[in-house]
């Protein structure tokens, strides 16, 4: 049943709820701490360490986590202080999680320190916007490994459930933006519109820029031939295909009733009437 079907009203108590209720009853209990990583093949490590991608991973996850813990702790509603406060753990345990991948398999990550803000709000928009660009291609990303084996099985088993907790994440993002905007007084309204375009902008600039540091690094010339053998002859039709059909899979298990992000779905369908 759609948000139009239930008459629930976008912004609404009722939504709040409805949104707050969703993310705590899908929580999903993970101990990243002890988890068994599985003894890999050379070549399996080797396919790990040619992806390009480990150190803006784990300097990604571990800022993400620390804003959206700022945030949780500093929100005054009570309901959605216990969400994002969850999100915030969520997030920490993502990055212990890639920490310790690796390090069990020896790729070579600086150390990390997040800076503090001084605006949790601006930095929760922000990150939150950064999830929904990253989720989308890891969803696609991340099918395309496990279908062609270039991530082994045990390591499909420990990361499917973190993707899945993506997917909670933006959903959880996008229907906290049109909340916030809805209960925001008039002037208000128009000062954080502009908000939320600054942060989409600074996040879309952030993934182009590193894209092309990938593009120029040596480390991608060695994945794209690794990935290349393992995922096969992949055009960027194919690719936007699985993502689309990914994103649309693992938001699909949550209630029709919540907003879904549709800035990148809409991007891709775009790109793919052109192509």
């Known amino acids: 049943m759609s948000a139009k079907e239930d008459g629930l009203k976008i912004g609404s108590a009722r939504h709040k709820q409805l949104l707050c209720r969703f993310f705590t009853d899908s929580f999903v209990k993970i101990d990243a701490g002890n988890t068994p990583w599985p003894e890999l093949s050379s070549e399996s490590v080797a396919r790990l360490k040619s992806l390009p991608v480990w150190e803006e991973a784990v300097k990604t996850e571990a800022t993400t986590a620390h804003l959206v813990q700022t945030f949780g702790r500093e929100i005054r509603d009570a309901d959605l202080s216990e969400a994002i406060t969850m999100n915030g753990f969520e997030e920490g345990r993502h990055a212990l999680l ?11 990550v600086p150390h990390f320190e997040p800076e503090a803000t001084d605006d949790a709000e601006w930095g929760f928009l922000k990150v939150g916007y950064g999830e929904c660009f990253d989720s989308f291609f890891g969803f696609g990303l991340f099918a395309l490994a496990r279908d062609s084996g270039f991530f082994p ?18 959903i959880f993002h996008a229907n906290w933006v049109a909340y916030t905007r809805a209960q925001k007084p008039s002037l208000e309204k128009i000062d954080f519109a502009f908000r939320e375009g600054m942060a989409l902008y600074v996040q879309t600039m952030s993934r182009a820029k590193t894209a092309l540091r990938f593009k120029n690094d040596n ?15 992949i055009s960027a039709r194919r690719f936007l295909e699985v993502c689309l059909a990914e ?7 949550y209630d029709p009733r919540l907003l879904r992000p549709d800035f990148m779905p809409k991007l891709a369908r775009a790109a793919l009437a052109v192509m």
């Open 98 to 108: 890639l920490e310790n991948l690796t390090r069990r398999y020896g790729i070579d």
């Open 153 to 170: 099985p045990d390591l499909v088993k420990i990361f499917d459930p973190i993707m899945q907790e993506e997917a909670r994440h933006i």
């Open 219 to 233: 480390a991608q010339d060695n994945f794209t031939m690794a990935a290349h053998s393992s995922f096969g002859d």
């Open 247 to 253: 994103n649309a899979r693992r938001l699909a298990a």
